[in-house]
């Protein structure tokens, strides 16, 4: 579909110069504009007051077309009233002013020459094994959206393409309000893009239309949030939609541990994203807690460094003194059963002397006989010393991607006997979602 450029360069738009167009939509488009008495670049995004119609219509088609136009303004005051609320925080794209023409609305903001972080993550390769840049522009968007939830603002629309970059990377500004909402329950499903919604979003079977209720659009802009921190970290999407149409989404229902076998992040973050692609939204993790697990988040892409020291992690675990488990209520030491004293060759002879007089001094001894009952034979045998066993360990716990939720919050997630075979890695590893706009 091409759109028709409102203004050429050269042009403009109050004391504006445009410079050029910078991209276009269905309602309007963005520019590059300058302030030549102030030497200052801006961005305008012009707004289309009135959708136009090919043909002219009369009577009840006419009478339509007048409520889509009433409705379509409705958007866009609702679009620069919330961006206008937000606009003074330091990680939202400063709204300037608002310029009203006879067909256009502009909205006049602060310009980023470096572009959206869908560009800097896919041509630039800022961001996948920067840990620290990672954490700090997550960070950054964290405290974007809780702004807005704060002030009652949804946004509804987060995605890498909605946030724009500074300073190298360093910085990152939440953009675009055109589908945010004052409503915390919202029934207008399918809002947004395909690869950020979240399952909530995309509606019940048809047949159910009549009892949905809506969804919760906090929870709804938190699951967008993880699909923006796999694009940090991996590069990717985590598949098409969030939808039992997906091949990949339906491996993740049935193993939540799936995204670690197929993407490329490590196991801290693997469990940052158990917690918000949890499917229950009012299970889902919080903005509050989600900020705290970033920032105790070390590794985020996993590496050639980061494998070793998740293995040194490991050895840790086990090799540690304090690590014990409960069984039958008593506290059981696992450091005798896992470390093992360096090799002392005279302590193996020491060791070896010892057994071969304890075997010369039980055959010297008398052996006594005992009866067994358990066949129509008599069988005899000796009688061995009492031994000490260890006892066993506790029984196995029962998979986790069935569990609902574990001890330490990671799996939110109600299975059935009914959840589909997993396919396996091999099956899938084809099919992973390059990240596109």
Request: charged share 25%.
């Amino acid at each position: 579909m091409q759109h028709t450029t409102a203004f050429s360069a050269g042009s403009h738009v109050d004391n504006l110069e445009i410079v050029q167009l910078v991209g276009s939509g269905a309602y309007g488009q963005v520019y590059l504009a300058l302030d030549r008495y102030k030497q200052q670049h801006y961005a305008i995004k012009s707004l289309l007051r009135q959708p136009h119609n090919k043909h002219t219509a009369t009577g009840d088609a006419k009478d339509n077309n007048n409520s889509i136009a009433h409705r379509h303004r409705g958007f866009q005051r609702m679009e620069i009233g919330l961006h206008a609320r937000l606009s003074g925080h330091p990680h939202i794209v400063k709204l300037d002013r608002v310029i009203r023409g006879a067909n256009y609305t502009h909205l006049v903001m602060e310009y980023a020459s470096e572009g959206d972080l869908f560009t800097a993550i896919t041509e630039r390769d800022l961001f996948a094994g920067n840990h620290p840049l990672i954490r700090r522009v997550f960070l950054q968007l964290l405290d974007a959206v809780e702004h807005c939830h704060l002030n009652g603002v949804y946004h509804r629309d987060l995605k890498s393409e909605n946030v724009l970059v500074f300073e190298g990377g360093q910085t990152v500004k939440l953009a675009d309000f055109g589908l945010a909402t004052l409503d915390p329950i919202s029934t207008d499903y399918g809002c947004g893009s395909t690869f950020y919604f979240s399952p909530e979003c995309q509606g019940d079977l048809a047949k159910q239309r009549q009892q949905r209720v809506g969804y919760a659009t906090a929870p709804n802009d938190i699951w967008a949030l993880g699909v923006i921190l796999i694009n940090l970290a991996a590069g990717r999407n985590p598949w098409k939609q969030a939808s039992l149409k997906d091949e990949t989404f339906r491996a993740y229902l049935a193993d939540p541990d799936f995204l670690l076998k197929i993407l490329p992040i490590s196991r801290e973050l693997n469990r940052i994203l158990k917690r918000i692609f949890c499917i229950d939204p009012l299970r889902r993790i919080g903005l509050k807690e989600l900020k705290h697990r970033i920032q105790q988040c070390k590794y985020f892409t996993r590496t050639a460094e980061v494998d070793r020291w998740e293995r040194l992690q490991d050895l840790d675990f086990i090799n540690n003194s304090s690590n014990s488990y409960l069984y039958n209520n008593n506290t059981i030491n696992t450091k005798n059963l896992f470390d093992i004293p360096p090799y002392n060759r005279k302590a193996a002879d020491s060791i070896r002397d010892k057994k071969q007089q304890t075997t010369v001094e039980a055959h010297m001894a008398p052996t006594s006989v005992t009866t067994s009952t358990t066949d129509q034979r008599h069988c005899t045998s000796p009688t061995k010393p009492a031994v000490d066993l260890p006892p066993s360990p506790p029984a196995t716990p029962r998979d986790r991607s069935q569990q609902s939720h574990d001890t330490n919050g990671d799996i939110c997630m109600d299975t059935d006997a009914s959840t589909p075979v997993k396919p396996t890695t091999a099956d899938l590893l084809p099919k992973l979602v390059p990240l596109m706009a």
